[in-house]
């Protein structure tokens, strides 16, 4: 079985500062862990994934997480923010073998302000 | 390359009627899998489709089916609607036949309604 929780529902951070959106897993197996961002009414964009080469995994716009096998985590982070990193950002867990069966979190809301 | 195209985009339906979605794959994607993004429940996986059978399935009742043709569209049908079956219904797709998944590319989403 595997889970992923999404610390934080919300997130407010002020334009130009650094974000951090965090992820906790729980997995039989070794993961692949993902992070996928969703605009208002648009589908979801892969990020980043890792999937067991480097720890630390660079994304599109600026992101990046560490695979934390210790902790069983894979935070989000990005130095500075933007406007148009507004959205909502889904970690996401899965298998090796399990096709595209993807488990998500809950999601975290990240709202930036001028 | 054109994206991931999903139809209808909106629709209303009323309890126990039943619906069909249809989801386009990027050309030369032959994995379609399907979600259920609702504001209690999250994103849930449904299933998921290659070469028209179907890889896996996930915690849904039987009312919920798909199917894939040869051309890699694909279709999910829910039957006897229920309130609860209101949701934002995705699809995406991928080239990834095995090992590590998750590089899938989403539709913008059906959004059904049940009343």
Redesign the interface.
Known sequence: AQSVTQLDSHVSVSEGTPVLLRCNYSSSYSP?L?WYVQHP??????LL?Y??AATLVKGINGFEAEFKKSETSFHLTKPSAHMSDAAEY?C?V?R????????????TRLMVKP | KAG?TQTPRYLIKTRGQQVTLSCSPISGHR?V?W?QQTPGQ????LF?Y?SETQ??K?NFPGRFSGRQFSNSRSEMNVSTLELGDSALY?C?S?W?E???????F????SRLTVL
């Open positions: 692949s993902f009414n648009k589908g979801l964009q892969l994934k999937t067991s889904f996401v899965t090796r073998d399990a096709g595209n069966m993807l488990t998500f979190g809950g999601g | 991931v994995s899998s979600y999250g994103l849930q996986f998921e290659f890889r896996n996930g995705l995406a991928s990834v095995q090992g590590p998944s998750g590089e899938l989403f539709g913008e989403g």
